[in-house]
C-alpha cells in the first residue's frame, strides 16, 4: 500500500519548475549553438559540412527531445496533481497513508456490531435509567467513530480507483527519459570521427537509439494531448459568477486570480468559456454578487477595472468622479471605459478622492425575508388596497396587476435589478430596463407595484430617502 501528501508534490512541482528553468536555459543555449553552427556560411570544407550534418541532425533532435521532456515532467506532474484533487480529495493539505486507511476500514463492521449491541442494551425493557444514560453517551460515541470510520472507508476507495487508473500515468515520461539518456550515451560513448576522411562513424545502435528516442517523444507528446486543460491550469485560481442575463438565461462569467491577484491567460480564459459547465466544482471556486462586488471596489481603489484586469480610463489618480453619487450610471460607466457586463452589475464606488461614501447602487438580491402573501395590497387595519393600485396604475384587471406585481418582486434578479433594503427592513427593487418598481414591506406583504414615470429619477430619489445611511 502506499501513501501520498499532496502538499509535499506541490513542493516538488515548485522546485521540479526551478531546476527545469535552469536546465531549459542551458540546453537551448546548446540547441541554439549547434543551430548557428550548421548554418555558419563562412565554414568551408567537406569535413566541415560532414560535422554540420551531425551536429545538425542529432544535436538538434536531442536538445528538443530533452526540452519536452522537462516540459513534459511538470506538466504531467500537474495534471497528476489536479486529477487527485478532483477524484480522491480537493484539500491542498490532502494526506492519504493507505496502511492507514485499511485499518480504519476494518473496524466498520467491528464499530457497527457494537453500535448494534449498544441499541439492544438501551432499548431492552429491563434496562435501568441511569444504565440507559451510559449507554446512551457509549452508542453516540461509538456512532461518531463510525461514521469517521465510513468516511476513511470512502477515502480508501477513492485513493485505490485513482491509484489503480493513474498505474501508467507516468510510463510515457519515464520511457522518454530513458531513451533521451540512452541516445545521449551512445553519442558520447560510441560515435567516432576520423581526423583523415573528416567524416563521422555513427554506429547502427547510435542511430537505434536515436529512432527509439523520436518514438518515445511522438508517445509522449499524444499522451500530453490527452490532459485537456490547457498549461499552467494548475497557476491560477478559478473563480465563478453565476448570474441571469438580460434574457432570463443564467449564464457564468469565469474569472483568474494569480498570487491573489486579477490574472488573464486568453487560452485558459477561451477553454473556460467553452468548457466552464462541465468543469468538477472542485476546481473552481463560486463567487457571490457581495464578493464579486468587494474584489470589483477593492481593484477600483487602485484604478482597475477587476473586470478585465486594464486600468480605467477617464480617472485622475484614484478619483472617479467628483461628487460621491453618479446621477447617470451609465455615463460613468462610459466615462470609466467599463464593460457592459460591469454596467449591468451597477457596482457601488468604493472612494471618491479618498473619502469614504455609502454605496448607493447595489447588485440585485432576492428578497430574503418570509413573505406575507396574504396580506399584499392591505394596509395596517387589513383593508385592501388593491383596487385602488389597480385604477391608479391603469391595469384592467385586478389579478393581472397582482400578478405582475408578485412575478417581478419574486423572481430571480437580473444584470439590471437594483434593490436595497431599508434601515426598518422595507425591501425595495427596480429594474432599469423594464422600468418596474415595486416594494415589499416590512411584514413581508407587497404594499406597491408600478412603472414610474420618472424612471431612473424616481429610483436615486427613493435612494436618497430610505437608502440605509
Known amino acids: ?29 546548446i540547441k541554439e549553438a549547434a543551430t548557428n553552427y550548421s548554418q555558419d556560411s563562412s565554414l568551408k570544407g567537406e569535413a566541415v559540412t560532414t560535422c554540420k550534418q551531425y551536429f545538425s541532425s542529432t544535436y538538434t533532435s536531442i536538445s528538443q527531445s530533452i526540452l519536452e521532456a522537462l516540459d513534459e515532467s511538470e506538466e504531467r506532474l500537474a495534471q497528476y496533481i489536479r486529477e487527485f484533487g478532483s477524484q480522491v ?29 449498544l441499541h439492544r442494551q438501551l432499548t431492552a425493557p429491563n434496562t435501568k435509567p441511569d444504565m440507559q444514560q451510559v449507554y446512551a453517551v457509549k452508542s453516540r460515541s461509538v456512532h461518531t467513530q463510525l461514521l469517521k470510520a465510513i468516511e476513511q472507508e470512502n477515502i480508501l476507495e477513492k485513493y485505490l480507483a485513482f491509484e489503480q487508473s493513474h498505474d501508467q500515468f507516468f510510463s510515457a515520461l ?46 509522449a507528446r499524444k499522451e500530453n494531448d490527452k490532459d485537456p486543460y490547457p498549461d499552467g491550469f494548475e497557476d491560477y485560481t478559478v473563480l465563478a459568477y453565476t448570474y441571469v442575463n438580460d434574457q432570463g438565461k443564467t449564464v457564468t462569467m469565469w474569472l483568474l486570480e494569480r498570487d491573489g491577484k486579477r490574472a488573464s491567460n486568453k487560452e485558459l480564459q477561451d477553454f473556460l468559456e467553452k468548457n466552464g459547465q462541465e468543469l468538477d466544482p472542485l476546481l473552481y471556486t463560486n463567487l457571490s454578487g457581495e464578493e464579486l462586488e468587494r474584489k470589483v471596489n477593492d481593484s477600483w481603489k487602485k484604478g482597475i477595472n477587476y473586470l478585465n484586469g486594464q486600468k480605467v480610463s477617464g480617472l485622475s489618480g484614484a478619483t472617479l468622479r467628483s461628487s460621491a453619487y453618479v446621477a447617470s450610471m451609465k455615463d460613468w460607466a462610459d466615462d470609466a471605459g467599463l ?23 447595489t447588485i ?98 427613493q435612494i436618497d430617502l430610505y437608502y440605509p445611511k
Open 364 to 461: 440585485g438580491r432576492s428578497y430574503t425575508g418570509k413573505r406575507n402573501v396574504e396580506n399584499d395590497f392591505k394596509n395596517g387595519k387589513g383593508v385592501s388596497t388593491l383596487e385602488k393600485h389597480v385604477s391608479k396604475h391603469q391595469y384592467e384587471f385586478t389579478d393581472e396587476y397582482l400578478a405582475d406585481a408578485r412575478g417581478f418582486l419574486e423572481k430571480k434578479p437580473t444584470l439590471r435589478t437594483e434593490t436595497f433594503v431599508s434601515k426598518e427592513g422595507t425591501y425595495f427593487r427596480y429594474d432599469a430596463k423594464t422600468n418596474e418598481f415595486g416594494i415589499i414591506n416590512e411584514y413581508g406583504s407587497i404594499s406597491t407595484y408600478f412603472k414610474p414615470n420618472a424612471g431612473l429619477k424616481y429610483w436615486e430619489k
Open 89 to 117: 480529495d480537493s484539500s491542498p493539505s490532502a494526506r492519504i497513508d493507505a496502511e492507514i486507511l485499511q485499518e480504519a476500514m476494518a473496524k466498520v463492521s467491528q464499530l457497527q456490531r457494537k453500535e448494534e449491541d
Open 339 to 361: 464593460t457592459d457586463m460591469a454596467l449591468g452589475l451597477g457596482f457601488g464606488i468604493a472612494a471618491v478622492r479618498n473619502i469614504p461614501i455609502y454605496i448607493k447602487k
Open 1 to 29: 500500500m502506499s501513501r501520498i501528501d499532496v502538499a509535499e508534490l506541490n513542493d516538488f512541482l515548485h522546485g521540479l519548475r526551478s531546476s527545469n528553468a535552469e536546465a531549459k536555459a542551458m540546453i537551448n543555449k
Open 174 to 219: 519515464a520511457e522518454l527519459i530513458q531513451a533521451t539518456g540512452r541516445a545521449v550515451q551512445e553519442l558520447l560513448h560510441h560515435v567516432t570521427f576520423n581526423e583523415k576522411t573528416g567524416s563521422y562513424s555513427v554506429p547502427k545502435s547510435a542511430a537505434n537509439s536515436l529512432q527509439l528516442m523520436k518514438k518515445a517523444l511522438d508517445v
